[in-house]
């Protein structure tokens, strides 16, 4: 067969992923505080770009015909490519195409009827924070908690004069963390500082007398002595029990009295004033605040029994794009290399809000099925969670299980019952015996620590017994994914709870 070039017109599909399509990828799986900080990194970077203040997207009212509907169509192209291609990182989104100028808004599901679909019938909008927004001016924001090492400073300066042992209390202190615990070795810290290790122990032993009892402290044994000495407890007995915490975890209290030489009373009161104590002492004191989930979607029960679906306007930057200003740039551009960069700006900045805009639409569109799927768990509880999986809700709306996966990531919803995950929606199926309904692992759990919770301590319920109780009730289940599911809560044995039952049982009769 003889060889030479020759060429070929060949016909075929595939997925190209330009860096706006990246960029839109990515800004759906971010959290709004993630989110926050790119769309603030694209301000400064975008000349075009400005925030708007006081967007209030208008609302939309129809009769299903709405965003919601116009995404399935919209979104089929790009799902196409997505079942054709079997990598990780595929396309669901579909946005070189799709964005049509529909803005979310509240989504109303009926949940009396299984084939409703979501009747847009709202709208939500934001303004903007300012000082004067705050009923306390903007002073009420200078004020702070003094953290653990500014309060263990403080009390150096007034018990050491001498400026060698307050330096070495100085490198001592800034070695505790903020559970109160001394995390570099002595020894180490020594031949750091020049000094001998006996004269580090010296000052350290100065600096676990300061408050919090226990600061300072190399292990959990050492703080819970140090506070039993301040208390005068720290009798023999106790050393020994603390010596042997391991036994207090196992709840051993038949071991515990041997070793410690009491009886059960005695033990009952030690285990008692151990657990009293505080195993991290500089919790108390102001480290780093506590971050509270801010939901970014609403779960709110309408009086018709619907459910309404409302995105959170704080959690949606929005961003415009001055048009005046690009016009008056644009007439000024003298060279190409300037009006290279000015395109460029009006094309990453028109990317940007279209992404942001498709990233709001299709959060609403997920968590609208998630209710829809889960309505029996806003209605009555835990108990009522059913079986869910990416790919159903994925199939109802039209989309790839990738996305729906990187919509629900770092995303939280807030209801009646709480704030919540999206992801805690998805659950394993747990199968029923006979022909009834799958259970959700996530109900299985609930009921297994329900069970736990209600045992009296003369009859605690082993994991063969649970397993009976739960194929009484209709849920099939092994005695290893009871085990599993009870250790996952970090619920003890039944000899561990039986030990600790009785024991509280004895202290409560005294």
């Known amino acids: 067969m003889a060889m030479m070039p020759r060429m070929e017109l060949r016909q075929g599909q595939s997925l190209v992923m330009t860096p706006q399509l990246l960029q839109a990828i990515k800004l759906l799986q971010l959290s709004h505080l993630e989110l926050q900080t790119f769309v603030e990194g694209e301000l400064e970077r975008n000349p075009l770009l400005e925030r708007d203040e006081a967007a209030d997207y208008p609302a939309l009212a129809n009769g299903g015909d709405g965003p919601l509907a116009a995404d399935a ?8 490519l997505n079942s054709q291609e079997g990598m990780e990182n595929r396309l669901g989104t579909g946005l070189d195409n799709v964005f049509q100028g529909e803005q979310p808004s509240i989504a109303r599901l009926d949940t009396r009827g299984a084939d409703s679909l979501p009747i847009i019938g709202g709208a939500y909008g934001g303004s903007g924070g300012s000082f004067e927004d705050s009923p306390d001016g903007f002073e009420s924001g200078l004020t702070r908690e003094a953290s653990l090492h500014e309060h263990l400073s403080a009390q150096l300066d007034l018990a050491v004069r001498d400026a060698p042992r307050r330096l070495i209390g100085a490198h001592l202190i800034d070695a505790i963390d903020d559970c109160g615990y001394l995390c570099e070795p002595l020894q180490e810290m020594a031949e750091r500082l020049g000094v001998p290790q006996a004269r580090v122990e010296d000052v350290l032993a100065i600096v676990q007398g300061f408050d919090p009892s226990g600061v300072g402290a190399r292990d959990v044994r050492e703080c819970l002595s140090i506070q039993l000495r301040d208390r005068d407890r720290f009798d023999p007995a106790m050393q020994a029990l603390v010596a042997n915490l391991h036994l207090v975890a196992k709840r051993d209290f038949a071991g515990l009295k041997r070793i410690c030489g009491v009886d059960d009373e005695d033990i009952a009161d030690m285990v008692a004033e151990i657990r009293r104590l505080d195993p991290k002492p500089g919790r108390s004191y102001g480290g780093a605040s506590a971050e509270t989930v ?25 961003v415009l794009i001055n048009q005046t200003y690009h016009a008056r740039v644009s007439k000024a551009a003298r060279n190409d290399e300037d009006k290279a960069f000015i395109a460029e700006c009006l094309q990453t900045a028109n990317w940007l809000t279209r992404s942001l805009e498709q990233r709001a639409r299709t959060i609403l569109k997920v968590a609208s099925e998630i209710v829809r799927q889960q309505d029996g768990f806003f209605a009555h509880g835990v108990e009522h969670l059913r079986p869910l999986n990416l790919k159903t809700v994925a199939d109802a709306i039209g989309m790839h299980e990738s996305t729906v996966s990187r919509v629900t990531s770092n995303k939280y919803l807030t209801c009646s019952r709480g704030v919540f995950e999206m992801k805690y929606f998805f659950s394993a199926a747990i199968a029923a015996t006979g022909y009834g309904d799958a259970h959700s692992a996530e109900a299985v759990r609930f009921r297994i620590r329900q069970m736990i919770d209600d045992e009296p301590p003369a009859a605690v319920l082993s994991d063969d017994a649970i397993v009976a109780r739960l194929k009484a009730g209709g849920i099939d ?17 039944s000899m561990e709870r039986r030990r600790e039952k009785v024991a509280m049982a004895m202290g409560n009769a005294r």
């Open 73 to 80: 169509e919209s979104f089929a192209r790009a799902e196409s």
């Open 477 to 493: 289940i092994a005695r290893r994914t009871v085990a599993k599911y009870r250790e996952s809560l970090r619920i003890p044995s």
């Open 294 to 318: 801010v939901p970014d979607v609403f779960i709110r029960a309408a009086p018709d029994g619907s459910w309404l679906v409302d995105l959170n306007p704080d959690t949606l930057p929005r």
